[in-house]
């Protein structure tokens, strides 16, 4: 099973500021990795697909890089609504797994 | 649009049998090359993906829940079903629905979630 490892736990930054979050795997997952957001009391929506993909909806501000073991999300001009919590999922193996989350709060 | 819709108890006793339904709107449950997921979230957040079924039929379900997992598919209904049984407290989560895309990574359509407690 595919280990990801999301860094960090806990990302402090200013709305308006710009946020990296990133997800390592255990091993080689190629581009199939997805980022989602998760807001209070919702369920996860999808925010990137195949490390790149902006998903249907999201804004501009939302981009994902990377291939191999190594992924970037990034937010920039961040928004009072991103202030919340953002996984990683990848589905190169089976079964697909997820990482432990990083939650960004307001500095 | 696509809405998926979970329902089910929110109690479980220890050792019974857990069913959940979801039922599809705005896309039909026999499209190819998409698989229909179950994927459950613990208190402490932590995501787990727990199996799929496809249109024709195929079912995938995680090692550890072998033996006690089935996923199954009403397509008169659109809906497609899980069964949980011999559930314990680990079972605790709640529990969504999800499609996936076979041409892609992530599941872009999720339910709401359903909570699901196991206790006496």
């Known amino acids: 099973e595919i280990v990801l490892t999301q860094s960090p736990a806990t990302l402090s930054v200013s709305p308006g500021e710009s946020a990296t979050l990133s997800c390592r795997a255990s091993?080689?997952?190629?581009?199939?990795l997805a980022w989602y957001q998760q807001k209070p009391g919702q369920a996860p929506r999808l925010l990137i697909s195949?490390?790149?993909n902006r998903a249907t909806d999201i804004p501009a501000r939302f981009s994902g890089i990377g291939s191999g073991t190594d992924f970037n999300l990034t937010i920039n001009t961040l928004e009072p609504e991103d202030f919340v919590f953002y996984f990683c999922?990848?589905?190169?193996?089976?079964?697909?797994?997820f990482g432990g989350g990083t939650m960004v709060e307001t500095k | 649009q696509v809405r998926l819709q979970e329902s089910g108890p929110g109690l479980v006793k220890p050792s019974q049998t857990l069913s959940l339904t979801c039922t599809v709107s705005?896309?039909?449950?026999?499209?190819?090359?998409?698989?229909w997921s179950w994927i459950r979230q613990y208190p402490g957040k932590d995501l787990e993906w727990i199996g799929y079924?496809?249109?024709?039929?195929?079912?995938y379900y995680i090692p550890s829940l072998q033996g006690r997992l089935t996923i199954s598919l009403d397509t008169s209904k659109n809906q497609f079903s899980l069964n949980l049984s011999f559930v314990t407290a680990a079972d605790t989560a709640i529990y969504y629905c999800?499609?996936?895309?076979?041409?892609?990574?992530?599941?872009?359509?999720w339910g709401q979630g359903i909570r699901v407690t196991v206790s006496s």
């Open positions: 999800v499609r996936e895309d076979g041409n892609s990574s992530g599941g872009d359509y």
């Open positions: 705005g896309a039909s449950i026999n499209s190819e090359n998409t698989y």
């Open positions: 079924i496809h249109y024709s039929g195929h079912t």
């Open positions: 091993q080689s997952v190629g581009t199939h």
């Open positions: 195949d490390a790149s």
């Open positions: 999922q990848q589905r190169r193996n089976w079964p697909p797994t």
